[in-house]
């Protein structure tokens, strides 16, 4: 992964009288949410990538030989499971005990 | 760095068996009509009008390339594309038995395997099939070249599930990158926390929050104040619908006329639906929104909405387009034209943003209502730069599907008659011909 963002300034040296500047980044666990879960097949998986593009949280995390969402932050919506043009992604539903 | 792979996709619902597909194949790499030649075949059953197709779906783990016994079989990591050696396959067809798909079979008249090697990444069963059942999926091709640097946005928006506004600004980030000043007014893109709150950003870029009414004049200024000091920083709004065609209009509109330099995205989702579902101007006819209710005499919206990328093109903006998620690749391109086009006066998209909280739909069909709202051109896709002159269609509307293929996906349509259905067609006939009116080419340059 290439990093892309920078700090525009040293932070530290913001005075704490002046109006507020976000410097923190938040992140927020969504996979909280999620009533169902995608389970991809890997013998049925061919990386061709359109769930990474469809992905709204662009949560698609690439493996060798395929791809799957991170459960971390997947809402588990269900669009890569529709998109998927190989059937290769199943939504499972979450079950209490799991 | 990581490699995804092109893939041809089979809709088996548009298939009618015709079988072009297969005699091409053979035509392509035999240059015989003989369907033993070919390297994909589609099973019909007529009573059922039930398509199968058996095609080699180039895996990711062949179990092809782990039965040949010879070496013949080899997945390049390459282009993904299992190839078949034929000096040093030695005809055992163990690999036929292997493959679960019928991706690689034997061709009875010369004894031999036969399996699809993708021509060399053109292939011609899709572009022989005549009802789009065969779809090249391209989608790698973004991943291999924009999949390896950092989303911008931190993981994790509070936005809806399938929500099509957090897809818009992750990949619009991840294009434009980090030199760049956010604009978020009021609405879904502020409200999901991209802007952030107490000291915290969900942005890695700087990231401010304008009035709804004063978006473009804010980032005018922030524009301006890079010029004067000589740095080169894109000014990016997501503004919504109501903020862009409604309350923010003013605003944008004197700085369209002015060439500000910035790119003005509206994510359209058809209404205020960071507030409610309320009505707003480019909320289409018919639909139903809390403001324009169904009930016995009511039928939803009664007015069409504003054709605000036409609006923008009149003020003679620098570049203006349209797009829809489900045309990723395009939207790609037409964001590298906008990045161009802000360093000289302002370029001004209009993204399609279906809205499955508000218009009452399952998340999952996000990606297909954008599709489908544009195959039934109802969201036409264009582009208009201005030293051109001209309107020029990304998609082809030619060939396009009635209305009701789209409207019936989605909840917020669901009360509509046949009197109402009827209307939205010709509406968008209508609308199809008027931009033809736009594609005369006409060059001309400004005198100073």
């Known amino acids: ?98 | 760095m990581g490699i995804g792979y092109n893939t041809i996709a089979f809709h088996a619902d548009k298939c009618d068996g015709c079988g072009k597909c297969v005699t091409e194949c053979a035509r392509v790499h035999s240059q015989t009509d003989n369907p033993a030649h070919s390297r994909i075949h589609v099973a019909w059953d007529d009573k059922a009008k039930w398509a199968g197709l058996a095609l080699c779906r180039q895996c990711g783990e062949p179990d092809c390339v782990s039965a040949c016994p010879a070496g013949a079989l080899v997945k390049d990591a390459y282009s993904g594309v299992v190839f078949w050696d034929e000096n040093r396959c030695v005809d055992c067809h163990l690999c036929t038995l292997a493959c679960g798909y019928a991706g690689i079979v034997c061709n009875p008249e010369t004894g031999r395997v036969v399996k699809c090697d993708m021509c060399n990444q053109d292939p011609a069963c899709v572009k022989a099939c005549p009802r789009e059942a065969l779809e090249f999926k391209k989608g790698a091709q973004l991943f291999n070249q924009w999949g390896d640097l950092e989303d911008l946005v931190v993981p994790g928006l509070s936005s809806c599930l399938g929500c099509n506004s957090e897809l818009v600004v992750r990949h619009t980030l991840r294009r434009i990158g980090p030199d760049t000043v956010v604009a978020t007014p009021p609405g879904c893109v502020a409200g999901v926390g991209a802007v952030g709150v107490n000291g915290i950003t969900s942005l890695k870029t700087p990231v401010f929050h304008p009035l709804l009414t004063n978006t473009a004049s804010m980032l005018a200024g922030a524009r301006r104040y890079y010029n004067r000091i000589g740095r080169d920083v894109t000014m990016l709004a997501f503004g919504g619908d109501g903020g862009t065609a409604d309350v923010g209009f003013q605003s944008l509109s004197g700085a369209a006329e002015r060439g500000e330099q910035m790119i003005y995205l509206c994510i359209d989702n058809e209404g205020y639906m960071n507030t409610g579902v309320q009505r707003s101007g480019t909320t289409p006819y018919g639909s139903w929104t809390s403001t324009t209710p169904v009930g016995k005499a009511l039928k939803g919206k009664t007015r069409d909405a504003k054709p605000m990328p036409l609006i923008m093109v009149m003020h003679g903006c620098e570049y203006v387009a349209t797009a829809s998620t489900a045309y990723m690749d395009d939207y790609y391109a037409k964001l590298d034209k906008a990045v161009k086009a802000a360093k000289h006066g302002m370029a001004y998209i209009h993204i399609f943003s279906p809205c499955p909280t508000g218009w009452r739909f399952p998340p999952k069909l996000l990606i297909e209502a954008a599709r489908t709202a544009v195959q039934a051109n109802l969201v036409p896709l264009w582009e208009y730069e201005h030293a051109k002159g001209d309107i020029e269609f990304t998609y082809s509307p030619e060939h396009h599907i009635p209305v009701d293929e789209y409207l019936k996906l989605i909840g917020k349509y669901r009360h509509l008659d046949q009197e109402q259905v009827d209307y939205i067609q010709k509406k968008a006939d209508r609308n199809i011909a008027q931009l033809n009116k736009f594609t005369l080419h006409q060059e001309i340059t400004t005198g100073g």
């Open chain 1, 1 to 98: 992964m290439k990093k892309q963002a920078k700090k525009p300034f040293d932070t530290s040296k913001i005075p704490d009288n002046l109006c507020p500047i976000a410097t923190v980044h938040a992140e927020l666990k969504t996979g909280d949410w999620r009533a169902e879960r995608p389970v991809v097949d890997r013998e049925k998986c061919v990386k061709c990538a359109t769930c990474w593009v469809y992905c709204p949280t662009q949560c698609i995390q690439e493996k060798p030989n395929w791809f799957e969402a991170d459960l971390t932050i997947c809402k588990g919506c269900g669009v890569c499971a529709h998109e998927c043009p190989h059937r290769a992604i199943s939504m499972i539903e979450e079950a209490e005990d799991d």
